[in-house]
C-alpha cells in the first residue's frame, strides 16, 4: 500500500509540475484568468503532493520515548493541511481573481493557445486521475467510491483522488468560460470561470478536510477486525466475557487494540497468562496492522453501564481503583 500511495503521488506531482508552467507561459501571453487560475491551481496541487510525500516519508520514523507509537499519524496531519491549503491558496486566488476580471473584463488574445494547453492539461490530469484511482479501487472491494473514501484510513490515495478530480472538472469550467468568451463575446465568463473553480477547489478542499479531521481525531479499526477479534475471544475457553474492545488508527498500518476480558474464576494465573499471550499472538497473525495489543483482566462488575463498556467507575474512599493485568 505505501508503494502505491507513493506511485500516486509521483504521478500526480509530476503532471502537476508540467502542467503548472505550461499554465502560466499560456496565462501571461493570452491574459485569461481562468488559465492563471488554473495555473496557481496546478502549482497548489504540486505543493500539496510534496507535502503529502513528506507526511509519508515522516511517519515511517520509528518510535522514541517522546513519541512511544511512532510517527504514523503524520500523514494524517499533512493530508489535512493540504486540504487548508486547497482552500485557502487554491481557492482564495482563484476567487480573488475571478471577481478582479469580472470587475474589470479584459478581452483574451488567443484563444488557440488556451485551448490546445487545457487540452493537454486535460490528458495529462486524466492519466493522474486513472492512476490514483486503480490505486484506490485495490482497497475498495465491492463498495462505492463515496463508501470506500469513508472507511478509509490511508488518506494519500484518496487525497490525489479528490485533487485530480477537481482539477479535471475546474479543466471542464475553464474551457467552457473561454468558449462562452469567444463565440458569445460575454467576456465576463472567464473571470465567472475563474469563480467557478474557486467552488470546485473549496468543496473538494471542505470534503478532504472532514476525511482527515475523522482520522486526526481517532478512527477505530474496521467493523471486519473488530468482529474477528471478537471471535477470536470468544474461542477461548478461559473467557467468561469480553467487557470492552477499543480500537484506533495511529497511522494507515498501524492500529492500536485495547482489550478488557472478564476471566473465568476457576482460571489460574497461569491459565490467564497463556490466554493473553495466545490472543496477543493470534491477533498480530490475522491482522498485521495491529501493531499494539494491550489486553487486560478486569471482572464484569467493575465496568459501568455505558455504551460500549467505557470507562470504571471511581472507587470508593479508601480502597483501591479497579484491577488490570
Given at each position: 500500500?505505501?508503494?502505491?500511495?507513493?506511485?500516486?503521488?509521483?504521478?500526480?506531482?509530476?503532471?502537476?509540475?508540467?502542467?503548472?508552467?505550461?499554465?502560466?507561459?499560456?496565462?501571461?501571453?493570452?491574459?485569461?484568468?481562468?488559465?492563471?487560475?488554473?495555473?496557481?491551481?496546478?502549482v497548489v496541487d504540486t505543493?500539496?503532493?510534496?507535502?503529502?510525500?513528506?507526511?509519508?516519508?515522516?511517519?515511517?520514523?520509528?518510535?522514541?520515548?517522546?513519541?512511544?507509537?511512532?510517527?504514523?499519524?503524520?500523514?494524517?496531519?499533512?493530508?489535512?493541511?493540504?486540504?487548508?491549503?486547497?482552500?485557502?491558496?487554491?481557492?482564495?486566488?482563484?476567487?480573488?481573481?475571478?471577481?478582479?476580471?469580472?470587475?474589470?473584463?479584459?478581452?483574451?488574445?488567443?484563444?488557440?493557445?488556451?485551448?490546445?494547453?487545457?487540452?493537454?492539461?486535460?490528458?495529462?490530469?486524466?492519466?493522474?486521475?486513472?492512476?490514483?484511482?486503480?490505486?484506490?479501487?485495490?482497497?475498495?472491494?465491492?463498495?462505492?467510491?463515496?463508501?470506500?473514501?469513508?472507511?478509509?484510513?490511508?488518506?494519500?490515495?484518496?487525497?490525489?483522488?479528490?485533487?485530480?478530480?477537481?482539477?479535471?472538472?475546474?479543466?471542464?469550467?475553464?474551457?467552457?468560460?473561454?468558449?462562452?468568451?469567444?463565440?458569445?463575446?460575454?467576456?465576463?465568463?472567464?473571470?465567472?470561470?475563474?469563480?467557478?473553480?474557486?467552488?470546485?477547489?473549496?468543496?473538494?478542499?471542505?470534503?478532504?478536510?472532514?476525511?482527515?479531521?475523522?482520522?486526526?481525531?481517532?478512527?477505530?479499526?474496521?467493523?471486519?477486525?473488530?468482529h474477528a477479534i471478537r471471535?477470536?475471544?470468544?474461542?477461548?475457553?478461559?473467557?467468561?466475557?469480553?467487557?470492552?474492545?477499543?480500537?484506533?488508527?495511529?497511522?494507515?498500518?498501524?492500529?492500536?487494540?485495547?482489550?478488557?476480558?472478564?476471566?473465568?474464576?476457576?482460571?489460574?494465573?497461569?491459565?490467564?497468562?497463556?490466554?493473553?499471550?495466545?490472543?496477543?499472538?493470534?491477533?498480530?497473525?490475522?491482522?498485521?496492522?495491529?501493531?499494539?495489543?494491550?489486553?487486560?483482566?478486569?471482572?464484569?462488575?467493575?465496568?459501568?453501564?455505558?455504551?460500549?463498556?467505557?470507562?470504571?467507575?471511581?472507587?470508593?474512599?479508601?480502597?483501591?481503583?479497579?484491577?488490570?493485568?
Amino acid at each position: 500500500m505505501a508503494g502505491d500511495s507513493k506511485l500516486v503521488i509521483y504521478a500526480a506531482l509530476a503532471g502537476n509540475a508540467a502542467i503548472a508552467v505550461t499554465k502560466f507561459i499560456a496565462a501571461a501571453y493570452t491574459g485569461s484568468s481562468a488559465m492563471l487560475s488554473e495555473a496557481i491551481h496546478s502549482v497548489v496541487d504540486t505543493g500539496n503532493q510534496g507535502l503529502l510525500l513528506l507526511g509519508l516519508s515522516r511517519s515511517r520514523r520509528a518510535p522514541d520515548e517522546v513519541h512511544p507509537f511512532g510517527y504514523g499519524m503524520e500523514v494524517y496531519f499533512w493530508s489535512f493541511v493540504v486540504a487548508i491549503l486547497i482552500f485557502g491558496l487554491g481557492s482564495g486566488i482563484s476567487f480573488y481573481e475571478g471577481v478582479q476580471h469580472i470587475l474589470h473584463p479584459e478581452p483574451i488574445t488567443s484563444y488557440t493557445i488556451n485551448y490546445v494547453v487545457l487540452g493537454f492539461a486535460i490528458l495529462f490530469e486524466g492519466a493522474a486521475w486513472i492512476v490514483a484511482l486503480r490505486a484506490f479501487n485495490k482497497t475498495r472491494g465491492g463498495r462505492s467510491l463515496w463508501q470506500a473514501i469513508r472507511r478509509s484510513k490511508d488518506p494519500t490515495t484518496f487525497t490525489v483522488l479528490f485533487e485530480d478530480s477537481a482539477a479535471l472538472l475546474g479543466l471542464v469550467i475553464a474551457m467552457i468560460g473561454l468558449l462562452l468568451s469567444q463565440h458569445l463575446g460575454w467576456h465576463t465568463a472567464d473571470g465567472a470561470a475563474s469563480i467557478g473553480i474557486a467552488v470546485v477547489l473549496a468543496l473538494a478542499a471542505a470534503g478532504l478536510a472532514y476525511e482527515t479531521r475523522s482520522l486526526l481525531i481517532g478512527e477505530a479499526a474496521t467493523r471486519e477486525t473488530r468482529h474477528a477479534i471478537r471471535e477470536m475471544i470468544g474461542e477461548e475457553p478461559g473467557v467468561a466475557g469480553l467487557n470492552e474492545l477499543r480500537t484506533i488508527h495511529l497511522g494507515p498500518q498501524n492500529v492500536l487494540a485495547n482489550i478488557s476480558l472478564d476471566f473465568r474464576d476457576t482460571a489460574s494465573l497461569a491459565d490467564v497468562e497463556a490466554t493473553v499471550s495466545r490472543l496477543e499472538t493470534r491477533i498480530r497473525e490475522t491482522f498485521p496492522e495491529v501493531m499494539h495489543v494491550f489486553i487486560e483482566a478486569q471482572a464484569k462488575e467493575s465496568q459501568r453501564g455505558a455504551p460500549f463498556g467505557i470507562g470504571v467507575p471511581p472507587a470508593a474512599p479508601g480502597q483501591p481503583k479497579g484491577s488490570s493485568g
